[in-house]
């Protein structure tokens, strides 16, 4: 996948240029605005990660006028200042996701896979991985063929694991799914609905399903 | 009287219709002793008539000539006047017939008097000195009594008309001179945190109005700048410091990924990834309460019905609870909605549960009383915990004082209730600490205004 940051921020720009590199993305880095342009005129991206704070110009301003000017491809917004009025305006103007700093890379990309798989969809309607079977029509869940009796919190956290099976997904993701806020990062909230998920699927599964990441998330084996 | 409008208006009404009141009133003397002085003119004309009747020699008259001499002008005029001359000393007299024998009522030391006279009613007499005759000469003062009926008739008609006109041109006029004042109003009632840019328009004159409205505008220009300047101290600090947090994460992230650390230098690590998401939480916290102080933080109020809302809470309080070897009961009184937004006194509630589960000894009851009444949502959470005496209690919203933290290893940042205290001030409420109903344990309440239930009585 071919990938433009925006961020002027030196040190972060190349660390996010060698990661995305490391994780198999072509990264494009630059760190205006006029930047960023200049690279879009050139070359297709098919992602673009844009800090909001440049020094020649508003990120949120640049989304609006990519819009107005019908440039349709995914914009990941990337910044510092985490008040949901930030956060809504940006997504009004067009952009597609918000990351709050400090992320994790781990976050990025599955933000980033998120946002392209958008793009080109292809519903299933159950998902199967490790002998848990998750009926998105039926709303049920079996364990070696036997139903397993789910809240629904613990309902909807499993669809986004195994939507996202084999990838750690972070805590601040994993909240904003589920209570559409990331207050309950602070809480143990989101330790306390894995446990006892953990608890149901590999009672009855006989060996672990997730794997604690500590300081990250969870991923789903 | 509520408004300057109806105030203006009433005593513009009120000293318009008295100062006419007034004036008729005055109208009402002149008129009426104009109208006597005529009565006057006309007994002195009839006396000097009778005069010339009486001819040159009438001081040597006896009743008889001088009846002879008179009865035939005062029959002529008897629809008119009623005579009476006496002579002080002898009997000679004379009076006109439509006396009936009567006297003219008489009044010491006045010439010219007013009295009343039975079967022919108000008079107006005027005696004339005759040498040796004293001759009286009454007329009725009807037409007097008629026309001041009739001037107080008209008055009165005229009075309550500008009663009526004094209120409609005060109210028309007490609104043209407010208007700017009602514009001044509407602006400054917009202007909030989200458009401080915006100004009462000014027009182009010097008076009161505008020199309020441009004091105001200065005020504003002064409140638009402190906010600014919050604003942009919050942007900027968060950006200063969240961006060298991110790449602090991102490197010690990659040194756990890339592997090859000996155990303990990895679990080093994760510790520092650890504190940076603590650090990373104080620092919101902070910018939050800066923005809050300053009201700069958008707070979306909507009505919601709180039954509702904390069905969706508990389901999350308990597994809290259930997690932490706690029992958390809940209690939901009255119908209605209060007005609030969802996420924030989410946050508040959690926080409130937290401490009280912390606070609670194992197997402890944490339990939440929420009540809607007499226009307020009223929530408490109360736990079984040590309670704090009532010069901590006072202490716990200020920021970063904690109690108690050793209990339960509590890793807050000390914000908590802060925040709380912030949110809650939003919505405009409160919120207070007070020990709890048993023996020990501290009960946190907070109110916000609710909305009364529409379909108690129906229902």
Known sequence: MKVLIVEDEMRLGQFLRQGLSEHAHTANWVQTCRGANDALVETKYDLIVLDLSLPDGDGIELVREWRASGFNEPVLILSARDSLEDRIKGLDVGADDYLPKPFSLEELLARMRALLRRQSVTKQTVLERNGVKLDLLGHTVHVNGEAVDLTGREYALLEIFMQNAGRVLTRTLISEKIWSSHYEVDTNLLDVYMSRLRAKLEGALGKPVFKTVRGIGYQFL | ?459
């Open chain 2, 1 to 459: 009287m509520r408004s300057i409008s109806a105030r203006l208006t009433f005593w513009y009404a009120l000293s318009a219709t008295v100062t006419l009141a007034i004036l008729f009133l005055a109208g009402y003397q002149l008129l009426e002793s104009r109208l006597i002085h005529g009565l006057d003119q006309l007994n002195e004309a009839e006396f000097r008539q009778l005069k010339e009747h009486l001819g040159a020699d009438y001081q040597h008259l006896n009743s008889q000539a001088m009846d002879e001499r008179i009865r035939d002008t005062s029959e002529s005029s008897s629809v008119l006047f009623y005579i009476a001359i006496e002579h002080p000393k002898t009997d000679i007299k004379f009076k006109s017939r439509n006396l009936q024998g009567r006297e003219i009522p008489d009044i010491k030391g006045k010439r010219a008097y007013s009295a009343s006279m039975e079967g022919i009613g108000d008079l107006r007499v005027d005696e004339f000195l005759l040498a040796p005759f004293d001759v009286t000469i009454a007329t009725s003062a009807r037409s007097v009594h008629d026309g001041m009926r009739e001037y107080v008739k008209v008055c009165a008609a005229l009075l309550l008309a500008m009663l009526v006109a004094s209120i409609g041109i005060g109210l028309g006029l007490s609104r043209l001179l407010l208007r700017p004042i009602r514009a001044i109003r509407e602006t400054a009632n917009r202007i909030g945190s989200d458009n401080l840019s915006e100004r009462i328009p000014v027009a182009d004159l010097n008076d009161e109005v505008t020199d309020l409205a441009r004091l105001l505008n200065q005020m504003f220009d002064r409140l638009e700048s402190a906010f600014d300047q919050i604003r942009r101290f919050s942007d900027e600090a968060s950006h200063e410091l969240k961006t060298p947090l991110s790449l602090v994460r991102l490197h010690a992230e990659k040194m756990l990924r890339d592997g090859d650390l000996p155990p303990a230098h990895a679990e080093a690590v994760l510790v520092q990834i650890e504190e940076l998401a603590r650090l990373n939480q104080i620092i919101d916290e902070m910018l939050f309460l800066s923005r809050a102080e300053a009201k700069a933080i958008r707070i979306d109020l909507k009505p919601h019905d709180p039954a509702r809302f904390l069905e969706t809470f508990n389901q999350d309080a308990r597994a809290l609870a259930e997690h932490s070897g706690r029992r958390y009961v809940a209690t939901h009184k009255g119908r209605g909605r209060a007005v609030f937004e969802e996420k924030w006194v989410r946050q508040v509630l959690l926080n409130l549960l937290t401490n009280a589960l912390n606070a609670s000894p194992p197997t402890g009851l944490v339990s939440l009383r929420s009540e809607l009444k007499g226009g307020l949502w009223r929530v408490s959470v109360e736990d079984e915990g040590p309670g704090l005496p009532a010069n901590q209690r006072e202490r716990i919203f200020e920021r970063f004082v904690r109690f108690n933290t050793s209990l339960n290893g509590d890793r807050g940042s000390g914000l908590g209730l802060t925040i709380s205290r912030s949110i809650i001030s939003l919505h405009g409420g409160r919120i207070f600490a007070a020990p709890a109903n048993g023996e020990q344990g501290l009960r946190v309440t907070f109110e916000i205004p609710s909305l009364v239930a529409e379909t108690s009585v129906a229902a």
